[in-house]
């Protein structure tokens, strides 16, 4: 018994150090798992808001192009509102998914810039609609989506922890007042 007595001293040593590795190798298991977990979040996440983007500037870009059609927009590719019908169609339905998607998995900012850039694309579309002819109007609701736009990808880069980014305010040519 006494050569019992003498080793156990070693043999507790030897299961605190078992279960020492243990917790730490379980602690260390869940924190990569943890770590994984949110960059996985985080791909899905700046998928989300790239796929939003994406669609809502296929409207922006449409809207461009019919607003050149009524001499309010400088794009070189004017576009007919009965041709651009069926396209804006199209953006407008691929708009719902992906605004979805943004609801399910995006932030509150990033959710709440997002409406604000539909809404100021919805202006857009409804100025459009009503065939205006005025350079000096269009080029407000213009200024409000490009500012609606930079506001979206603030939020997004603040959401994502990535560093600012370009403002994508380029110059553009001036339109004529006259029609």
């Given amino acids: 018994m006494s050569a019992f007595l ?4 070693a043999l507790i040593g030897v299961v605190i150090g078992a279960l020492g590795s243990y917790l730490a190798v379980v602690r260390s298991d869940s924190a990569r798992f943890r770590r994984e977990t949110a960059a996985r979040w985080e791909e899905r996440r700046l998928a989300v808001y790239a796929d939003y983007a994406r669609a809502l500037k296929t409207s922006v870009t449409l809207t461009y192009r019919v607003a050149a059609h009524f001499g309010n927009d400088p794009h070189p590719h004017p ?5 651009a019908a069926p ?3 199209e953006a407008t339905v691929a708009r719902d998914p992906a605004g979805e998607a943004l609801l399910l998995l995006g932030s509150k900012d990033v959710v709440e810039k997002a409406r604000v850039w539909v809404v100021a694309v919805m202006r857009m579309e409804q100025f ?4 205006t002819r005025d350079p000096a109007a269009w080029r ?3 200024e409000g989506q490009r500012t609606a736009r930079e506001g979206y990808y603030t939020a997004v880069r603040e ?3 990535l560093p600012p980014g370009h403002g994508a305010r380029w110059p553009l040519p001036p339109v004529s007042d006259t029609p």
Wanted: glycine share 0%; net charge negative; hydrophobic share 45%.
């Fill in 128 to 131: 459009l609609r009503e065939e």
């Fill in 79 to 83: 576009l007919a509102p009965e041709e």
């Fill in 140 to 142: 407000t609701l213009l």
């Fill in 6 to 9: 003498q080793q156990l001293p």
């Fill in 87 to 89: 396209a804006q169609a």
């Fill in 159 to 161: 959401d994502l922890a």
